[in-house]
C-alpha cells in the first residue's frame, strides 16, 4: 500500500505497484503444477494400458499351452485306442 492514492479515494489495485515477476512466477508455478498432474494422469493410463497388454499376452500364452496339451493328450488318447 505504497502507492498514491487520489483525495476522493478509489481501488488499491489502480494505483499500487504490480509485481511483475512476483506474478510471472506464480504463474509459471501453476502452469508447472497442472503440466504435472497431467503426466501423472498419463502415466495412471499407460500403467492401467501394460496391466491389460500384459494380462491378454498371459492368456495367449496359457491358451497355446493348453493347445499343445490337448494335442498331446488327443495323440495319447489315439495310441491307446489302435
Same mark, same amino acid.
Given at each position: 500500500?505504497?502507492?498514491?492514492?487520489?483525495?476522493?479515494?478509489?481501488? /488499491?489495485?489502480?494505483?499500487?505497484?504490480? &509485481?511483475?515477476?512476483?506474478? *510471472? %512466477?506464480?504463474?509459471?508455478?501453476?502452469? #508447472?503444477?497442472?503440466?504435472?498432474?497431467?503426466?501423472?494422469?498419463?502415466? /495412471?493410463?499407460?500403467?492401467?494400458?501394460? &496391466?491389460?497388454?500384459?494380462? *491378454? %499376452?498371459?492368456?495367449?500364452?496359457?491358451? #497355446?499351452?493348453?493347445?499343445?496339451?490337448?494335442?498331446?493328450?488327443?495323440?495319447?488318447?489315439?495310441?491307446?485306442?489302435?
Amino acid at each position: 500500500m505504497t502507492g498514491r492514492r487520489p483525495p476522493g479515494g478509489g481501488s /488499491r489495485f489502480l494505483y499500487d505497484s504490480f &509485481d511483475a515477476a512476483h506474478a *510471472r %512466477i506464480e504463474a509459471n508455478e501453476r502452469v #508447472a503444477e497442472e503440466r504435472w498432474q497431467a503426466i501423472e494422469t498419463r502415466l /495412471r493410463q499407460i500403467e492401467a494400458m501394460l &496391466d491389460r497388454m500384459e494380462r *491378454r %499376452i498371459w492368456m495367449a500364452v496359457y491358451g #497355446a499351452l493348453l493347445f499343445m496339451l490337448a494335442q498331446g493328450a488327443g495323440l495319447v488318447v489315439d495310441s491307446l485306442l489302435k
